[in-house]
């Protein structure tokens, strides 16, 4: 079977997509162009920075450009790799085999604003922050809240499968999507949603697609146009930490929380000593804390203030019930608003020697449930000290869990162990040392019955490998679909241990 | 007419609060020097300083107010910390 395996964009490529958009300015062959859309926000393999390009950038504004330029990446078995706000964490927008990066930021309107039934359908290229600034006059909100929420975009989000910060409460982007358009590997524009109609959130009609073509990491297809959930804006939010002297009664307290049935909870999250030994380094609201401090819980309500004043009242009885003391209005308040933090920060660490240095934040993520966190936490945080010790270039920043389930927040978490990697020192030795810690935490997560990724995706080394063994008998039926779609595997190649599907 | 002198804007000299932090102006919390040996820490004048923790707090009020129209509130004192020691956009200015 003939497969894209490396590119072959020439000048005769570059000119039948400038003959696509009809417009040089949207076509990108520079160097400069080339280099910003490489890498995403986690650390990377900078010493290999060239291997990561694509041969050339394209800004579409339509589904039909976008349909047009996968037909010819599809016919000369060119990569085409989607990418929208590049804000990932796992690589899923970084070409690996080169080809063309389909940029959607100028596919960035609001198309319709439907107030009746409740949905705004727009372009993958826009902002949620700059939806909401739109949807906000009408006393509407579009709820997906990731870290990159003032940065990333709704098409990576719905590649990606994201998870949102407010997702117990309105859920996450697979939640909120109603239905969308999507442009084939091989090129035709499809509608996918809950059966037929594009703003249905229920039907028995044929198979559920929708989930198919949200968090397939953009190796199934590039979404054109979606049509999502419009909640009621908040009337009222509380958000409320407490500190332990040991992470087993945070741990107790953090399911005693999730369970107590409120329905305005929007997420529980545990952190423990190691990232409260970070956070006492740098950060002004936990440098000044007692040493006893050891745990946080952190809860945040939102909804009408009918329901959110009551609940939080029990919020503050649950939090302090089993030794739990409040830290006050001031840090819950402002803690709670710096949430995506992540995406603005300059961030530094230490050295094993003490010394601060630029470093990169690595988020490795894993889905696990609730019993298993104290000893999947004792283990992984083993495994970076091991690395940590033998190579000097990283740094242990702490774990945090964070309530995972829509609508039902008591069972599953997001759990990340939040790594920093001094990049400047970055070389193959060091990569692989990374690839292979990386791994070692990901097996733990299997080891417990775990994902490898709640939403940051299995696309980079480290992760990419184990998919197969995690999906065990199901793997079959993945690269089934795959091969299905993508015949000429030109979608984001290399990702996910989807090759696999074209071995055969 | 104000008029701007450089060596007014020169920062207060630090003093250590925690293992590895500094303060200058109540409630900004700095690296200490003593840790910032291979990237040494720029110089920056007071109004600098002022200007990011301004930016700051207007952030966190731009956050609550784009999220929801009314932020609920215990009503408590922190229990693990005296109300002095708790960073607000007063102290952090004085």
């Keep these: ?504 | 007419m104000s008029i701007f002198r450089l060596g007014e804007q020169a920062p207060p000299p630090p003093r250590p609060i925690a293992d590895g932090v500094v303060e200058r102006f109540e409630h900004v919390y700095e690296v200490d020097p003593e840790r910032m040996r291979v990237f040494p820490q720029q110089d920056m004048p007071a109004w600098d300083t002022h200007r990011i923790v301004d930016a700051r707090w207007d952030h966190l009020d731009w956050m609550h107010d784009h999220f929801a129209d009314e932020i609920l509130s215990a009503g408590l004192e922190s229990e693990t910390m005296p109300a002095e020691a708790m960073p607000s956009e007063e102290r952090a200015n004085e």
């Design chain 1, 1 to 504: 079977m003939s497969v894209a395996l490396k590119s072959a964009v020439d000048d005769g490529v570059v000119d039948e997509l400038r003959a696509i958009l009809g417009d040089d300015d949207r076509v990108l062959p520079g160097v400069s162009a080339r280099v910003n859309r490489t890498r995403v926000p986690a650390p990377f393999p900078v010493h290999r920075w060239a291997e990561f390009m694509p041969d050339v950038a394209v800004l579409p504004r339509t589904a039909q450009e976008v349909s047009e330029v996968v037909k010819l990446a599809n016919r000369l078995r060119i990569p085409v790799v989607p990418r929208a706000g590049g804000t990932g964490l796992a690589d899923g927008a970084v070409p690996l085999r080169g080809g063309i990066l389909v940029d959607v930021k100028l596919m960035n309107q609001i198309h319709e604003i439907d107030l009746e039934d409740r949905t705004v359908t727009v372009g993958p290229g826009i902002n949620m922050l700059k939806l909401n600034e739109a949807l906000r006059p009408h006393r509407v909100f579009y709820p997906d809240c990731p870290a990159s929420y003032p940065c990333s975009l709704v098409g990576g989000r719905i590649g990606t499968g994201g998870w949102s910060l407010l997702g117990g409460r309105y859920g996450h982007t697979r939640d909120l999507v109603v239905s969308m358009e999507v442009v084939l590997p091989t090129g035709e524009i499809i509608e996918v949603g809950d059966g037929g109609g594009r703003k249905l959130r229920h039907s028995s009609t044929a198979f559920n697609l929708k989930q198919l073509f949200t968090g397939h990491q953009g190796t199934l297809g590039i979404c054109t146009e979606a049509t999502l959930e419009l909640v009621p804006r908040a009337e009222a939010e509380f958000a409320a930490f407490f500190a332990f002297d040991d992470y087993l009664t945070a741990h107790r307290t953090t399911g005693a929380l999730t369970r107590s049935g409120l329905a305005t909870i929007a997420g529980v999250v545990l952190f423990d000593e190691y990232k409260l030994a970070y956070l006492r380094r740098d950060d002004e609201a936990w440098i000044p804390q007692p040493e006893w401090v050891k745990a946080v819980v952190a809860v945040a309500l939102y909804g009408a203030k009918a329901e959110v004043e009551p609940a939080a009242k029990l919020i503050m009885e649950l939090g302090r019930a089993d030794g739990g003391k409040y830290v006050g209005d001031e840090i819950s308040q402002g803690d709670w608003a710096a949430r995506h933090d992540r995406y603005a920060t300059p961030l530094h660490g230490r050295r094993p020697d003490g010394q601060a240095v630029p470093m990169s934040w690595h988020c490795e993520d894993a889905a696990l449930n609730y019993s298993v966190l104290p000893r999947v936490r004792e283990e992984w945080h083993a495994i970076v000290q091991r690395y940590i010790e033998r190579y000097g270039i990283f740094d242990d920043w702490g774990m945090f869990c964070y309530t995972s389930g829509a609508h039902k927040p008591w069972g599953d978490y997001l759990v990340e162990i939040d790594v920093g990697i001094w990049e400047q020192k970055m070389n193959d030795e060091h990569w692989a040392a990374w690839v292979s810690c990386k791994r070692e935490i990901a097996e733990v997560s299997l080891k417990y019955g775990g994902s490898i990724t709640c939403c940051h995706g299995a696309t980079r080394e480290g992760d990419a490998e184990l998919v197969p063994t995690e999906m065990g008998a199901s793997w079959e039926v993945v690269k089934r679909i795959k091969r299905a779609l993508d015949p000429n595997n030109v979608m984001n190649p290399g990702k996910q241990s989807l090759d696999e599907a074209y071995s055969e």
